[in-house]
């Protein structure tokens, strides 16, 4: 089985410019979670869906960032306008069911913002 | 707020020797979740504990949920070079809603051959 898919997953540009990271997540999944890695922070989780409505969108820094899910089997994060601190490991995971289960991450988006 | 706390940050051991990381939670967990993330990659689950004074064993892994479900930790025996990466714990974020996890800052350990 495919696991979780994300895409880039290299992205460098430059700041002011819009980012677009794309995750499909494991088929049959419910839970899908957007995270940012740094070495600053850690493992900081962004927003959650379920069943493609957005449930905790606490984790989002600012205006700037904005996820949707369209459909069970595709998420998107932008970024507008991109600055050089968004520099960071963007993982989408997903998950059974809701609730507190194991989650599977994509291998990552490294976003460079120059 | 609700905060998981992991030690010791960094860990470097001779290939062989023993390697054990501690997480502390400030609340009462349900259930704790371990990962492994090796070095470029993304994290990988390895178990989930669901008891008071749970131990369960993978291979040379061993994983204990304490009594008061606060801590857990994860000991690995004589060390190998795939053992390197580093190693989160995850609880469940009760200040967020149902589904959200709360991870550790992890261990990282680099084993020397």
């Known amino acids: 089985d495919a696991g979780v898919i994300q895409s880039p997953r290299h992205e460098v540009t430059e700041m002011g410019q819009e980012v677009t990271l794309r995750c499909k997540p494991i088929?049959?999944?419910?839970?899908l979670f957007w995270y940012r890695q740094t070495m600053m922070r850690g493992l900081e989780l962004l927003i959650y869906f379920n069943n493609n409505v957005p449930i905790d969108d606490s984790g989002m820094p600012e205006d700037r960032f904005s996820a949707k899910m369209p459909n069970a089997s595709f998420s998107t994060l932008k970024i507008q306008p991109s600055e050089p601190r968004d520099s960071a490991v963007y993982f989408c995971?997903?998950?059974?069911?809701?609730?507190?289960?194991?989650?599977?991450f994509g291998p990552g988006t490294r976003l460079t913002v120059l | 707020g609700q905060q998981v706390m992991q030690i010791p940050q960094y860990q470097h051991v001779q290939e062989g020797e023993d390697f054990t990381t501690y997480c502390n939670s400030s609340?009462?967990?349900?259930?704790i979740q371990w990962y492994k993330q090796r070095p470029g990659g993304h994290p990988v689950f390895l178990i989930q504990?669901?008891?008071?004074?749970e131990v369960k064993k993978q291979k040379r892994l061993t994983f204990q949920f304490g009594e008061a479900k606060k801590n857990s930790s994860l000991h690995i025996t004589a060390t190998q070079t795939t053992d390197v990466g580093t190693y989160f714990c995850?609880?469940?974020?009760?200040?967020?809603?149902?589904?959200?996890?709360?991870f550790g800052k992890g261990t990282k350990l680099s084993v020397k051959p």
């Open positions: 995850a609880g469940p974020n009760y200040g967020g809603s149902q589904g959200n996890l709360i």
């Open positions: 995971a997903s998950s059974p069911r809701q609730g507190w289960d194991e989650q599977f």
């Open positions: 088929s049959g999944h419910n839970s």
């Open positions: 609340t009462t967990l349900s259930n």
């Open positions: 504990l669901v008891k008071s004074g």
